[in-house]
């Protein structure tokens, strides 16, 4: 059985960032990259700081729901901002 791919970005909030500081901020919106070999090891693939997708703890972020129109606007917004750092 094949599992439904999010039909937009998924995102999440940063509790914890005690051993990334320079790569993590608290309390900061993050935009999820699927890497479904990480989950299964407990990691996570965000957008840090660098603007560069990395692994980090599973348990440092807290996923968020958005309503899709938000998703689609901030997807739109994070990529603008990859672009300008570029």
Do not use: W
């Not at 957008?47 to 729901?65: A, N």
């Amino acid at each position: 059985m094949k599992t439904r791919k999010p039909s937009h970005s998924q995102f999440v909030v940063c509790v914890e960032n005690s051993e990334y500081p320079a790569s993590l901020e608290l309390h900061k919106l993050y935009r999820v990259m699927p890497d479904e070999e990480a989950a299964l090891d407990g990691d996570i693939r965000v957008i840090d700081e660098s603007g560069e997708d990395y692994l980090y703890p599973v348990e440092y972020f807290v996923v968020i729901k958005v309503p899709r129109q938000s998703a689609l606007a901030l997807a739109k917004s994070f990529d603008r901002g990859v672009r300008h750092a570029a």
